[in-house]
């Protein structure tokens, strides 16, 4: 019998994150995938540096690729320096994949990064979220309800 997944992803150090992306799409269901690197990309994740901000993953292949990410050169790595925004192999279970093929192409859903991050064994994973695009009024609507929060905030704080 199958162990259930825990509700949340055990981050230990998260490298990058990707906040525009909760403001930009409506998050429907969210993966852990591993994320197949070369030596000198993890030095560069270890090191903390890297950024999805305009990255996504698409399923090609019965595979699914993490599409112009950023991990910079590691400084040491010589001429075995790894190539920046290379597409990098996302490692999921082969029912995953066919359950967010099937979204992205029946559904139009889209495959957004959220954050990397190591876990607590020391692996790289990317948190990758199954997401429907906001469009401009539905960013208006969000902005409104942030800014209503935050005043309700300071009013409860100012008048106890």
């Given at each position: 019998?199958?162990?259930?997944?825990?509700?949340?992803?055990?981050?230990?150090?998260?490298?990058?994150?990707?906040?525009?992306?909760?403001?930009?799409?409506?998050?429907?269901?969210?993966?852990?995938?591993?994320?197949?690197?070369?030596?000198?990309?993890?030095?560069?994740?270890?090191?903390?540096?890297?950024?999805?901000?305009?990255?996504?993953?698409?399923?090609?292949?019965?595979?699914?690729?993490?599409?112009?990410?950023?991990?910079?050169?590691?400084?040491?790595?010589?001429?075995?320096?790894?190539?920046?925004?290379?597409?990098?192999?996302?490692?999921?279970?082969?029912?995953?994949?066919?359950?967010?093929?099937?979204?992205?192409?029946?559904?139009?859903?889209?495959?957004v990064p959220l954050s990397v991050y190591f876990n607590k064994t020391g692996r790289a994973k990317v948190e990758l979220a199954l997401a429907k695009g906001k469009q401009?009024?539905?960013?208006?609507?969000?902005?409104?309800?942030?800014?209503?929060?935050?005043?309700?905030?300071?009013?409860?704080?100012?008048?106890?």
């Open positions: 019998m199958a162990r259930p997944k825990p509700a949340t992803f055990d981050k230990q150090k998260t490298v990058a994150e990707n906040r525009r992306a909760r403001f930009d799409y409506y998050i429907e269901d969210k993966f852990e995938a591993g994320i197949a690197l070369q030596g000198t990309e993890v030095k560069a994740l270890r090191a903390g540096e890297a950024s999805i901000a305009e990255s996504y993953a698409e399923v090609r292949d019965g595979q699914v690729w993490l599409v112009n990410a950023n991990i910079p050169e590691f400084s040491h790595g010589n001429r075995f320096n790894h190539e920046p925004r290379r597409p990098r192999k996302l490692l999921l279970h082969a029912r995953e994949i066919e359950k967010l093929f099937g979204a992205v192409e029946r559904k139009g859903m889209t495959l401009a009024h539905d960013k208006r609507q969000t902005i409104k309800e942030r800014d209503w929060k935050r005043d309700k905030a300071r009013l409860m704080r100012e008048n106890g």
